[in-house]
């Protein structure tokens, strides 16, 4: 089951990047200021969350913005992320279908994001939906993704 998360959603959703953050050792600033972040941005609009499970057990963040290359929006898929002991069982997919059919109901037609070489099992999810980390062809140059802090 995958629902829309709501600004009441908040703190499951803290503690669900909070989580995600500590099991990659990267930088979390808690799931209070998660919480109180994603809040703001889901009351103004500016991430869509889906959640699934009864935990709730995995999420997806998105961000539109305009697109540079055609009039309609760009999608980002911030974070998606399921709990370790509910891998395997189709949230993930359910999670990127839900994120797919809000993108194409927006208007977006582009949906990019980033994920490290070494998360094999995320890799295989977005491939086997038509992801490619390959240039313009299946044989073109692979695609590498940068980031700084600023």
Do not use: Q, W
């Not at 930088?27 to 809040?39: I, N, Q, S, V």
């Amino acid at each position: 089951m995958v629902r829309r998360a709501e600004p009441a959603d908040a703190e499951a959703i803290g503690r669900l990047l909070h989580d995600f953050s500590t099991e990659f050792d990267d930088y979390t600033p808690g799931p209070e200021k998660f919480a109180r972040r994603l809040r703001e941005l889901i009351e103004t609009d500016e991430a869509t969350v889906f959640l699934a499970g009864d935990g709730p057990d995995g999420l997806a963040i998105l961000r539109f913005r305009p697109s540079l290359y055609s009039e309609n929006l760009e999608c980002y898929l911030a974070e998606l992320y399921v709990v370790p002991e509910r891998r395997g069982h189709g949230l993930g997919r359910s999670l990127m279908e839900a994120a797919l059919a809000e993108a194409r109901s927006r208007g977006a037609d582009h949906m990019d994001l980033g994920t490290s070489e070494d998360d094999v099992a995320a890799r295989a999810l977005y491939e086997k939906l038509g992801f490619t980390n390959r240039e313009g062809k299946p044989d073109g140059p692979v695609m590498l993704y940068y980031e700084r802090d600023v």
